[in-house]
């Protein structure tokens, strides 16, 4: 079980510029979620995907966008960067037989620096 | 929104001690509090979880703890060994009340250091 799976592991950027992060779920999950974690701090609830729609968000702005594909798969978009978006982008896979939010399985996570 | 507040920041143990870890929630309505656990270059990874109906849970050297009235919840670690170094990290989650979707919100995490 390849587990949760994220590419890429590091990306540079430079403030303005847009990136995509993806991601690919366990094995069996058909929910994904993505977090932002800040250096020091938890990780903190972008949104969730279900059924390829964004069924759940927390306090980002709109510059921060993302899709569900058929296959579960995931990714991540944000627009216009700021260095404050540099953190790690975790997500997170978990069964819709759980409720949500609940047993989550993180992948490694995306290392994003905007220089 | 809710609150996780979690004490310590940092923990040193030698191996062998308890390690205690503490937190705090604002949300009464908050009934799932899980642990992770996030070693370095690794995503968090869970590591036990407990619902508002139950008081306390155990799994081997780990346990959680949960005072509803309080609003606190405590995970404890026995018989520390080297590889429980890591920074760990207490959630609490709560239904939405209108689509019954439930938010995680993190504490900031504890940093354990268990010296041999």
């Known amino acids: 079980d390849a587990g949760v799976t994220q590419s890429p592991t590091h990306l540079i950027k430079t403030r303005g510029q847009q990136v995509t992060l993806r991601c690919s779920p366990k094995?069996?999950?058909?929910?994904v979620s993505w977090y932002q974690q800040a250096l020091g701090q938890g990780p903190q609830f972008i949104f969730q995907y279900y059924e390829e729609e964004e069924r759940q968000r927390g306090n980002f702005p709109d510059r921060f966008s993302g899709h569900q594909f058929p296959n579960y798969s995931s990714e991540l978009n944000v627009n216009a960067l700021l260095l404050g978006d540099s953190a790690l982008y975790l997500c997170?896979?978990?069964?819709?037989?759980?409720?949500?939010?609940?047993?989550?399985?993180f992948g490694s996570g995306t290392q994003l620096s905007v220089l | 929104g809710e609150n996780v507040e979690q004490h310590p920041s940092t923990l040193s143990v030698q191996e062998g001690d308890s390690a205690v870890i503490k937190c705090t929630y604002s949300d009464s309505a908050s009934n799932y509090f899980p642990w992770y656990k996030q070693e370095l270059g690794k995503g968090p990874q869970l590591i036990i979880d407990?619902?508002?109906?139950?008081g306390e849970k155990k799994d081997q050297r780990i346990a959680v703890t949960l005072n509803k009235t309080a609003k606190h919840f405590s995970l404890h670690i026995t018989e520390t060994q080297p590889e429980d170094s890591a920074v760990y990290f207490c959630a609490a989650s709560r239904a939405d009340g209108d689509s019954g979707y439930s938010t995680l919100t993190f504490g900031k995490g504890t940093m354990l250091l268990v010296s041999p």
């Open positions: 997170a896979s978990s069964s819709a037989g759980t409720p949500p939010n609940e047993k989550l399985f």
């Open positions: 094995s069996g999950h058909d929910t």
């Open positions: 407990i619902r508002s109906n139950v």
